[in-house]
């Protein structure tokens, strides 16, 4: 599913419906300014500052983890809704909830940073929902990154801490004297990979899905970048060229188009599959061609291209003249749209946070949200 918010603040969603059909809210979706996603449920959030949402109701559409939100409101504090075993209910730690700055999801819980750095976090145990076990190491926490069931928070001193599931990145105790001076993290599904000052990289869990990048490791110098698809990664390097690694069925075997991967500006990913801007405004794909890794169908018409976002099985890529190419599983994309794409949560992406917005009035369905600046959601998933 993929969602256009146009010129004129209104919305536009196509793709497989699942969750995602807006037509019983359209006419309540106007001057829509963010939208967030669950699993097959969507948040926006309008310029007057209330919030509509729709999808199933379970996941959080009747107002994301694997369906619920989270929303700062502008005193700090946080509204939950959606389901109460994913993180839609944070009553637990409701009273912790104060000057909140940010909040990350992993597929079924959430961790929120606070003014002191320090954290909170609520949800299923089993996917980070629970850091007591590290709690008095999470002091001047910087960032948070979540994989599909663990957490890992950069510290202000550059170490990292990891909690949640250790199958999906949440025990970094084999790297954890490499992991110094550390600038930047990325997630695939069950692995994550660091950026240290230096530009090297450190990799760790799962290796055949992106915990293991010592076949690449030499060629790991000076990046600046790196996004993850479900079981790989992909690594933009200071010259423009890219190394990437982990499963070849998920994008981590870029050989196909090696030559072409030059002066890239932009990686974006689907679930098993990448596409890069180029400099001159072309794209290269590469993974499993059914998830976008093959716009062979379309590669006349990229051209220009200024951005690209993806759902879980396709991409879209907005052109110079505001026009959308897509492409992909045909469900999950239309052909084309003449407006700005605003896509929610996918599979293989990041919540959305830090886009903080002035202002917002949560919608009266809502029971006691006022002013949200930012709605999180946990990650949905398409098959």
């Known amino acids: 599913m993929l969602i256009a918010t146009l010129g004129d603040g209104h919305v536009v969603t196509w793709g497989d419906d699942l969750g995602g059909g807006s037509i019983a809210v359209q006419d309540q979706l106007r001057d829509v300014q963010q939208i967030q996603a669950s699993e097959y449920a969507f948040a926006a959030?309008?310029?007057d500052g209330s919030v509509v949402s729709w999808g199933n109701a379970v996941c959080g559409g009747d107002s994301g983890s694997d369906g619920a939100f989270a929303a700062i409101l502008g005193d700090g504090s946080v509204v939950t809704w959606g389901n109460p075993d994913c993180g839609g209910d944070s009553s637990v730690v409701q009273d912790q909830l104060r000057d909140v700055q940010q909040i990350q999801a992993s597929m079924a819980a959430f961790a929120a940073i606070l003014i002191d750095a320090s954290v909170v976090t609520w949800g299923d145990a089993d996917y980070g929902g629970d850091s007591s076990a590290v709690q008095n190491q999470l002091r001047d926490v910087q960032q948070i990154q979540a994989s599909h069931a663990a957490f890992a928070a950069i510290l202000g001193d550059g170490t990292v801490v990891t909690w949640g599931n250790a199958v999906c990145g949440g025990d970094s105790s084999t790297v954890q004297e490499q992991?110094?001076?550390?600038?930047?993290?990325?997630a695939s599904d069950v692995a994550f990979a660091a950026i240290l000052g230096n530009g090297s990289v450190v990799a760790w869990d799962y290796a055949g899905f992106g915990g293991d990048s010592s076949?690449?490791?030499?060629?790991?110098?000076?990046?600046?970048?790196?996004?993850?698809?479900?079981?790989?990664?992909?690594?933009i390097l200071a010259d423009g060229s890219v190394v990437t690694w982990g499963d070849a069925d998920y994008g981590g075997d870029s050989s196909s188009v090696q030559d072409q991967l030059r002066d890239v500006r932009?990686?974006?990913?689907?679930?098993?599959?990448?596409?890069?801007?180029?400099?001159?405004?072309?794209?290269?794909?590469?993974?499993?061609?059914?998830?976008?890794?093959?716009?062979?169908?379309?590669?006349?018409?990229?051209?220009?291209?200024?951005?690209?976002?993806?759902?879980?099985?396709?991409?879209?890529?907005?052109?110079?003249?505001?026009?959308?190419?897509?492409?992909?599983?045909?469900?999950?994309?239309?052909?084309?749209?003449?407006?700005r794409i605003s896509c929610g949560m996918c599979r293989g992406s990041k919540p959305l946070v830090g886009h903080s917005l002035q202002s917002w009035s949560m919608d009266p369905s809502s029971p006691g949200a006022i002013s949200p600046a930012v709605v999180t959601a946990v990650p949905y998933w398409i098959s």
């Open 45 to 47: 959030i309008l310029g």
């Open 266 to 339: 932009q990686i974006q990913a689907s679930h098993c599959a990448f596409a890069a801007i180029l400099a001159d405004g072309s794209v290269v794909t590469w993974g499993d061609a059914r998830s976008g890794g093959d716009c062979s169908a379309v590669q006349e018409q990229l051209r220009d291209v200024q951005q690209i976002q993806a759902s879980g099985l396709a991409f879209a890529s907005i052109l110079g003249d505001g026009s959308v190419v897509t492409w992909g599983i045909p469900t999950m994309a239309a052909t084309a749209l003449r407006y």
């Open 215 to 235: 076949v690449v490791q030499d060629q790991l110098r000076d990046v600046q970048q790196i996004q993850a698809s479900d079981q790989a990664f992909a690594a």
């Open 179 to 186: 992991l110094r001076d550390v600038q930047q993290i990325q």
